[in-house]
Structures are given as structure tokens and as C-alpha cells.
């Protein structure tokens, strides 16, 4: 401890850029299932080549997943992992390629077939995208739209084709298209869609493949469908009307109005007529001729809004669900409905596969059902129809009139299961320990600084819990969270992650002193980089991990090195990530653009490029940024009415970590021994076995040995001023 004038670093200087962000996705249980809502699925058929059926599907936790079915059952044969948010739709082109679009607002691109390779990331939109559409004849044509209003139609071939070298030195930073380690790529040519389908050669464009953009919408697209020769696409959103183009060129053909409000769901007649069905939050259902440009029909089978629609091979029975809950089969021809089955959630969409139904909605998990895909007329003989309406208040009347019709099926055919995501948290006073719900109510304590759980309390009060688990204790805000994902994600933002430390007693590490000093961010980035600074060292042939020379020329704001040892890389217990669950991290460098990747997916290329330079300074070179209130300034003086003398003119300043039993150490060889100490940091530490002298007290309340002065300030102190400690011998002591 020394006298000063004021708390805190000296150090207050602005820093000039903001800096990346470095996020990890902890993962609990089976990574195999989804831990959020499905909101996509594609149905990859039997081939010549490969006899199995596959099932595509893309959740709210950032993941696609491919699963191979089978009589059994669905076996998750691959996981692909890139995106940074909800994954929004998913289709398939070509027989081999899985386009997936996201809430991050990127078009990714992957091989069906590998083991979650994505072959490239187009960052078109600027906004979410929330809906693709591919011609089911003409699979190298995919349209893309979002909350942003634009709507792209891309040319697949040309879009991922194979770059010349000439075209990579060309532009460097293409921002339309990355591949699957995020690399920048430029296209050597812009390739049109003519009339006849055919792909023609455009004059080289440094800024890459550029897809054609269906110009007219104002606000937000929901909803997209493209014919099976892929020359007429159609959209729909916000403004409450269907929007029919032509693919080939983006230009607007018409503009159909009926519903009154979003239009979410769209399919078109895959047999090649002009018809179009619509589904809006409405409730309502639309037939649209789009020869003749008018609904030709409306249909009343919801009493919510309608997200989903498939349709029978031959377009005569359309298949709906939504946010009633409900899934119904309705013959266009005759208006009569069947309700098939009700879930417990949302429905999101709808797969046709074989003579089943795959449902995907809000929850993690994925049901098949036996609807009669090829014959469906069958499911109406044996009763249970209804008539369908042509106004909106027409179901919700025979709803509300307790004529609800009965589900015709009660189980599904086959599931696949995922896990229950978390929707609520809170970060406990140890600011090392986060307590979670999930949608099953199961409550579980996590350590973030492993990535695991440690306690699972199952059903329990999450309330109670959170009171049960209190401590008055006070360590700064290092890292914030959140659950969009279904998972907790972990936020680090410099230099606030690095402002709090605690001893290694309290971190129970042996191998270290009772009172060196461990930053919680440093420790935590060691053991998540753990993995590929041994895979860099390998690489390297380092044995210190310094960043090669081609990164040497890393800028950073003005950084110091903390008292830990240089190249202490050892990972200690509190800091070590799990290999078999391990966590995803979510960052971006200098030049690459955002990426997501397992830990163990690094294989020691990723450099400044790819990852903040405040972390690479802090992993390779033990340099942490200037921290503002790691210091407390306090007086300490005799106890009111006591007659002891004071021992100190000023303030005095230690780290706000510091344990009271330093204070008593400090008071104890002032008066006792006589002999000054310099500092409360002194590597000398108080015995506990040892009563003291005297006791510390603030506000009148005798301080604990090993509270903390933060905690003091926090708890018991409460006020802006500086921190007020006094002493008084005890008596009999």
C-alpha cells in the first residue's frame, strides 16, 4: 500500500478504434441436437450414387445439422457450423449443395457431404435474411431476402467458381463473398441469367460476383417462392402484398393485394401452372391465379397467423401450420380441412418427405408424420372435415364456440430429439459462476471460466435458487451474456474483461503463492486458446508461441505487462475448457470478417487476421491494456473515542482485491511492532490462525478477514466518497 492522491490507473487516454469483440458459445450435453428452435428443413432424396434419404435442418443456435434416416430412426451425420445467429431458411442446389441463410446477414454455402466444410459466405444483404427459394429444375438458381428489403437472385455456378490468381490480387477485400475459414475471394466475372437460362460473360469486376436484385420492396421480405424453371419468383413481407418477378432479369411483373397483414409463408404450382398460395399473420390462406392476377380463393383454416406451407406433388391439397399450434390439410378444390395433428409450439416449416410431413417449430426437436404425401384424399375418409371459411373471423368463431375439430393424429412417426436451450440467466456475485433455466425449467450452475456445469439442481425455483446462492461479495463486470442462441454466449470487450482479478487461494490453484494476483480474461483466453497455440507452436516450431514475422506489424493501443510471469502458459484447473463439449468461439481480426469455429476446429493459421489483436497481445505476449479502478483509495484512523494514535497523514491506495487481514497485518506492525510497512502488497501474508490485535472496522461493522475492499465499498460502505477504515485495539487480546 502507498500514499497517493487518487484511486485507479493514471492511465484515461481514448481509444481510437473499437475494438473486436471475442465471444464463446459454452455447449452442454449432446452437440449432436439442436439447443434452439428449428426454423428450417430440406429433404435431400435417395440417388443413384447414395441410397439413403437425408433430413437438413437449421436452428436458432447457428447450426445446421445433417441427419441420415433410416426405419429406425435419424442419425445426426454431420454439423455445420459458421454462422454467428439464427440460421432462417436452408435449401438444396444441385444435388450436392446445402445454401443456408442467417440472421448474421450472410448467404453461406457448403458441401452437403462433408463434415461441416462451408465452401464460401456472401455478405450481400445488410440486413437479416430471413427466406431462400430455389427452382426445383433449375437447382443453380437461388433468391435470397430479408429485413432489409433486397432481394437477390444468385447464379450458384458462377457464384462459387473457382478463382485465378489474378482475381484474388485484384481486390483482396471483396466484400461479397469469403470462403469457409472467412478468406476474402473475388469472382473473375459477373455471369447473368439470360432468357434461355444460359450463363453469359461479363467484362472481369475486381469487386467480385455481383447477383442480380429484385428492386421494389420498401420494407421487410418474409417470405420467397421460385417455379421449377426458375424464371419467375415471387415475395412477400411487410407491406402486405405478393410481389411476382421475373428471375431472369429482377424486373417487377405485378403486385397482388388481399391480405391485410405480413404475408409469411408462399408456394408456387410445381407443375408448371400459375398458381400461388399465400399465408399471412392474417390467418388467412390465398389462392392467387397470377395468369389472371386475382385471388381466386381464401381459405379460413387458422386462428393465428400461418408461417408454413407444402403442398401435395400435384398441387391439390395444400398442408399449413403456424402459430396456432396446429398443422391442417386442406383440398383446394372442395375448401375442406382435416386438422392433422397439434404441438406444443409454433409451427416454422413444413418438409414434404415420401408419404410423411417433416414439422419444424420454436423447440429444438423435429417430428415426422404420416400424412399420405402421394394419396392425401385418403386422410379424408375417415372423417373429421370441416369446411373452411373465406373470412378471417369464420375459424375463430367455431374456435371460440368450443367446436374445435379433434386432431386426426396424436403421435408422430418418427422424432428427432434436441435438448432444451436456456431462456434464463443470471450472473452471480462471484462473477465466475452463471445460474441458468431452460425451457424444461431445469435450473444449472455453470462456471464460465471452464465452460461446464457444475451443479445441476433440476426443476427447481430459479428465484429461490438465485437467493440461495447469493454472496456478499464484490468483483468488477468482466464479461457479459446472453441466450439468443439457446446456449449461454460469453462476451469479452476490451479492456473492460481485464478488470478483474482474484488471488490463487481463492482460485484454489496450490501451485501458486496464497496471494499472486490471476486476471480472470487472461486465464480464460489461455485455456480457450490453449488448443491452437499448441497447434501454432507445432506449426511454428516455437516454443514460446511469438507471433511469426508476418505479424509482427500488429498495432495496439497502449497495452502493459501484468505482474504475471512472461511466458507463463501453463493453464491452470480453474481455466480449463472441456475437449469433448468444447465451446464455439465467435470473433473477427483485421481483415477476414467475422467467423464461428469449435476450439478444437483451430489448427494454428489464424492470426491477426482472423483473430482481435488485444487478444493475440495478451496470449503471446502477456500485454494487457491499461484498466481503469483497479485501485481503491481509503483513510484509515483510530476508531472514534479510542486513543490510539493516527499512523497516517493521507489517503492511502491498494487494489480493490486486497483482503482485509492485510489491513490488520499493516495496522498490527505499525502499532505493535513499530516497524513501517511500504505497501499492503507485501508478499508477507497474515496468519488466520493468529487472532489479531486489534480489529477494522467501517460504518461500525467489524470487517471479516477475507472480505475484499471492493466488497467493503459495495456492501457496507455505500457512499461515492473515499472508503473510511478505523481500527481499535481489541481488548483482552
Not at 419467375?232 to 411483373?253: H, I, P, Q
Request: with cysteine; charged share 20%; hydrophobic share 35%.
Amino acid at each position: 500500500m502507498h500514499r497517493s492522491g487518487n484511486a485507479g490507473n493514471a492511465s484515461n487516454s481514448a481509444r481510437p478504434r473499437k475494438e473486436k469483440r471475442f465471444t464463446y458459445v459454452l455447449h452442454d450435453a449432446d452437440d449432436t441436437k439442436h439447443s434452439a428452435g428449428v426454423n428450417c428443413l430440406a429433404v435431400l432424396n435417395p440417388s443413384k450414387l447414395d441410397k439413403s434419404s437425408y433430413l437438413f435442418t437449421g436452428s436458432r443456435d447457428g447450426t445446421l445439422k445433417r441427419w441420415e434416416l433410416n426405419e429406425d430412426g435419424a442419425t445426426c451425420s454431420a454439423s455445420f457450423e459458421s454462422h454467428l445467429d439464427w440460421v432462417n431458411d436452408a435449401v438444396l442446389v444441385g444435388g450436392n449443395t446445402l445454401i443456408s441463410c442467417s440472421s448474421d446477414t450472410t448467404v453461406k454455402a457448403w458441401d452437403c457431404f462433408s463434415k461441416g466444410s462451408c465452401s464460401r459466405t456472401f455478405r450481400q444483404h445488410t440486413d437479416y435474411v430471413i427466406c431462400l427459394a430455389t427452382a426445383g429444375k433449375n437447382g443453380n438458381i437461388v433468391a435470397s431476402a430479408g429485413l432489409g428489403g433486397e432481394v437477390f437472385i444468385w447464379d450458384i455456378e458462377a457464384a462459387l467458381a473457382p478463382l485465378t490468381k489474378s482475381s484474388e490480387a485484384a481486390d483482396e477485400n471483396c466484400p461479397s463473398g469469403t470462403n469457409g475459414s472467412g478468406n476474402s475471394l473475388a469472382v473473375t466475372c459477373l455471369r447473368t441469367i439470360g432468357s434461355s437460362n444460359n450463363i453469359s460473360l461479363q467484362s472481369n469486376l475486381p469487386q467480385g460476383y455481383v447477383p442480380i436484385s429484385a428492386r421494389g420492396h420498401k420494407e421487410s421480405v418474409y417470405a420467397l417462392a421460385m417455379n421449377d424453371t426458375g424464371n419467375l419468383l415471387v415475395s412477400g413481407g411487410t407491406e402486405k402484398a405478393v410481389r411476382v418477378w421475373d428471375s431472369r432479369s429482377g424486373s417487377k411483373m405485378m403486385k397482388l393485394r388481399g391480405h391485410t397483414d405480413n404475408i409469411r409463408a408462399l408456394l408456387l404450382d410445381s407443375t408448371g401452372r400459375l398458381f400461388c398460395l399465400s399465408g399471412s399473420s392474417d390467418s388467412m390462406i390465398r389462392l392467387w391465379d397470377l395468369g389472371q392476377q386475382r385471388c381466386v380463393h381464401s381459405y379460413a383454416v387458422h386462428t393465428d397467423s400461418v408461417w408454413a406451407l407444402a403442398s401435395s406433388p400435384n398441387f391439390s391439397h395444400v398442408y399449413s401450420g403456424g402459430r396456432d399450434l396446429s398443422l391442417y390439410i386442406t383440398d383446394l378444390a372442395t375448401r375442406e380441412s382435416i386438422l392433422l395433428c397439434t404441438k406444443d409450439y409454433p409451427i416454422q416449416q413444413l418438409a414434404m418427405h415420401d408419404d410423411g410431413i417433416w414439422v419444424a417449430t420454436t423447440d429444438s426437436s423435429v417430428h415426422r408424420w404420416s400424412v399420405e404425401g402421394q394419396n392425401p384424399q385418403k386422410l379424408f375418409q375417415s372423417g373429421g372435415s370441416f369446411v373452411s371459411g373465406n373470412l378471417s373471423f369464420s375459424r375463430t368463431r367455431i374456435s371460440l364456440e368450443g367446436s374445435t375439430p379433434v386432431p386426426l393424429f396424436s403421435e408422430p412417426t418418427l422424432s428427432i430429439d434436441g435438448i432444451p436451450g436456456i431462456v434464463q440467466y443470471e450472473i452471480l456475485n462471484n462473477k465466475r459462476h452463471v445460474l441458468t433455466k431452460d425451457n424444461a425449467d431445469f435450473v444449472k450452475l455453470w462456471e464460465i471460466t471452464r465452460g461446464v456445469v457444475i451443479k445441476d439442481y433440476g426443476q427447481v425455483s430459479f428465484e429461490k435458487k438465485k437467493e440461495e446462492l447469493f454472496e456478499m461479495i464484490s468483483i468488477p463486470a468482466w464479461f457479459t451474456v446472453d441466450s439468443r442462441l439457446g446456449n449461454l454466449s460469453v462476451h469479452l470487450d476490451t479492456p473492460q474483461c481485464f478488470s478483474a482479478e482474484m488471488y490463487s487461494v481463492d482460485l484454489n490453484i496450490t501451485e501458486k503463492a496464497v496471494d499472486e494476483k490471476f486476471n480472470l480474461a487472461r486465464e480464460t483466453l489461455k485455456g480457450l486458446l490453449a488448443h491452437w497455440l499448441s497447434k501454432k507452436k507445432h506449426t511454428n516450431g516455437s516454443q514460446d508461441g511469438e507471433i511469426p514475422s508476418a505479424a509482427q506489424n500488429i498495432t495496439i493501443s497502449k497495452v502493459e505487462v501484468d505482474g504475471a510471469p512472461k511466458n507463463d502458459g501453463a493453464v491452470y484447473p480453474p481455466f480449463e475448457f472441456s475437449t469433448t463439449s468444447p465451446p464455439s468461439i465467435i470473433t473477427e481480426g483485421s481483415h477476414n470478417g467475422p467467423w464461428r469455429k469449435k476450439i478444437t476446429k483451430m489448427d494454428g493459421s489464424e492470426d491477426e487476421k482472423d483473430l482481435p489483436g488485444w487478444v493475440l497481445e495478451c496470449i503471446l505476449h502477456n500485454q494487457l491494456p491499461p484498466r481503469e479502478h483497479t485501485k481503491c483509495s481509503f483513510f484509515l484512523q483510530p476508531y472514534e473515542g479510542s486513543t490510539i494514535r493516527s499512523m497516517t497523514q493521507g489517503k492511502l491506495s491498494a487494489p480493490r482485491i486486497l483482503k482485509i487481514h492485510k489491513v490488520f497485518s499493516y495496522v498490527t506492525e505499525k502499532l505493535v511492532l513499530g516497524t513501517p510497512l511500504d505497501s499492503l502488497c507485501s508478499d508477507e501474508t497474515f496468519s488466520l490462525g493468529q487472532k489479531p490485535s486489534v480489529e477494522i472496522l467501517c460504518n461500525n461493522q467489524v470487517l471479516k478477514p477475507n472480505t475484499s475492499l471492493a466488497t467493503v465499498l459495495a456492501y457496507i460502505w455505500k457512499k461515492p466518497e473515499d472508503l473510511v477504515l478505523s481500527y481499535r485495539i481489541v481488548p483482552g487480546r
